[in-house]
């Protein structure tokens, strides 16, 4: 009885002198209601006595306990509360916005252009980074010593390899690896020995798109490239269509659209060129021009995303000005 009282007292003034850190209330968790606590150490004498003296001491001892724990646990929710208040977020404090990054504009709208394609049926087929002179160039109509082919002046290796200068460098493979009636489009960066003005980069993109059956047409070819020019820019932006030589297409065309210069004047920008696609180049393929026809284009990727956003300069999209890319 003696030890029970003395608990008690000593119980009570340690909650009272208590500071309410989480420390303190760890160490009278262990002090009182440990393994080896001084509760259990009752308990331990407790069985030591006569039955009639049980069933006395044993509620006795169980209120305590039950006291005990309860005002262990209201310590421990006054102590949680403080606690958080101090560690706890001003909620009241304005955000503030992380600075990650984003895809690069010209890789949106690669995306963008290339799910407009695949409602239409088309499928994706990615473009080499370097070839070689028999695809870029005689598989494509034109033979060595030609003089069309100065219209893509090229760097080479020593190796007489090329950084592609068009993306209709993969025309001949996908001519050879599918069979007709097929839809593909081929987006790919390109490369020209090129001196850079508003509408002219050294390093550019093109998606180049190619249909061949039994019996497509020029006018299947004008549906297709209207349809997305209209999905793309969601509007209908001034442009017309006029002809043009390739050597690996006949007839040839090419989309231009209106541009604003900052000028404030308008102008024409070649944005799709495109054409039937060659005999000769059915032909190199191992295709009858006779039973098959295609139709083939190349899209001026960086000058599309100019003409939807209103950039007088395309040299601005890897000029690497955050101020620029971050409006995107
Ligand atoms: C070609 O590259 C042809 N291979 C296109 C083609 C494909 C014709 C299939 C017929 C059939 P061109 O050199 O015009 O054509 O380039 C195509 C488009 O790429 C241009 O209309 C323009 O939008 C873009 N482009 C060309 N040169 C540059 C450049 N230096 N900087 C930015 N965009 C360019």
Redesign the pocket.
């Known amino acids: 009885m003696e030890k029970l009282q003395a608990l008690k007292k000593t119980f009570n003034s340690d909650i009272k002198n208590t500071d309410d850190s989480s420390e303190m209330l760890d160490n009278l968790y262990i002090k009182y209601l440990g393994k080896k606590g001084a509760i259990n150490n009752i308990i331990s004498e407790f069985v030591k006595l006569y039955p009639n003296q049980k069933k006395e001491w044993g509620p006795r001892i169980n209120t305590f306990k039950k006291e005990v724990e309860t005002a262990l646990k209201n310590l421990q929710q006054k102590t949680l509360s403080s606690e958080n208040v101090i560690n706890s977020i001003d909620i009241t404090l304005p955000g503030i916005k992380p600075h990650i990054g984003h895809t690069h504009p010209i890789t949106q709208m690669k995306h963008y252009a290339e799910n407009i394609f695949l409602t239409m049926g088309f499928k994706v087929v990615d473009s080499l980074e370097v070839d070689d002179d028999f695809n870029h160039f005689e598989t494509l109509n034109f033979p060595k010593g030609h003089p069309a082919r100065d219209?893509?002046d090229t760097f080479w290796t020593e190796d007489h390899l090329l950084p592609i200068?068009?993306?209709?460098t993969m025309?001949h493979r996908i001519l050879k690896t599918h069979t007709p009636p097929f839809r593909v489009i081929i987006p790919g960066k390109?490369f020209?020995y090129?001196a850079?003005d508003t509408?002219?980069?050294?390093t550019?993109y093109?998606i180049?798109g190619m249909y061949v059956s039994k019996d497509t047409s020029l006018a299947e070819l004008i549906g297709v490239l209207e349809t997305f020019i209209y999905t793309y820019y969601r509007y209908k932006i001034p442009y017309k269509i006029q002809p043009t030589f390739?050597p690996?297409?006949e007839p040839?065309l090419?989309l231009l659209v209106e541009h604003k210069l900052k000028s404030g004047e308008k102008k024409w920008l070649?944005?799709?060129?495109?054409?039937m696609i060659h005999p000769n180049v059915l032909k190199m393929a191992g295709l009858d021009p006779n039973t098959y026809k295609g139709f083939?284009?190349?899209?001026?990727l960086?000058?599309l995303v100019m003409l939807k956003y209103g950039i007088s300069d395309?040299r601005a999209f890897h000029k690497g000005d955050l101020r620029f890319l971050q409006q995107f």
């Open positions: 219209m893509w200068a068009h993306t209709s025309q390109c020209r090129e850079t509408v002219h980069e050294h550019f093109q180049e390739f690996f297409v040839g090419e070649e944005l799709i060129p495109a054409g083939a284009w190349a899209i001026g960086d000058r395309i």
